[in-house]
């Protein structure tokens, strides 16, 4: 399986919070599953830390080269066919960090491990 993480997903499973689901935990260890993170969830934990409206983003920052090596995650950068897809999504959902990652996901045919139900809105596969 091909799994790209939303932001609350990569934190919850770097930062081994309880509320990362009992049916993504197992895949997630899984060497059979190839696993993206994206630029933009880089981007968003950065901004969220910077503005202080998340408390622990910076800690789920501090290693990230360790934890991409060590969690055999690959990077994911934001391409101009991205951009392309999420500036022209016109779902009710306007979260530039949500419409991106919905982009990727259908752009590159991978599944995105969320809990937020508004990404049915924005046309990519998910689970949680």
């Known amino acids: 399986m091909r799994l790209l993480l939303d932001t609350h997903a990569y934190f919850w499973w770097a930062t081994n919070h309880r509320r990362l689901s009992a049916r993504s935990a197992p895949l997630l260890a899984s060497s059979d599953t190839d696993i993206f993170l994206s630029a933009v969830v880089v981007w968003e934990l950065a901004t969220k830390a910077r503005l202080g409206k998340w408390p622990g983003a910076d800690s789920a920052l501090l ?42 996901a259908v752009i590159e045919r991978l599944t995105l491990v969320t809990a937020d139900p508004a990404f049915r809105t924005l046309g990519c596969e998910t689970f949680w």
């Open 63 to 104: 290693d990230l080269d360790d934890a991409i090596e060590l969690r055999g995650l690959t990077p994911l950068p934001v391409t101009l066919a991205h951009a392309r897809r999420a500036g022209s999504l016109t779902s009710p959902h306007k979260d530039p960090f949500d419409c991106m990652l919905a982009a990727q």
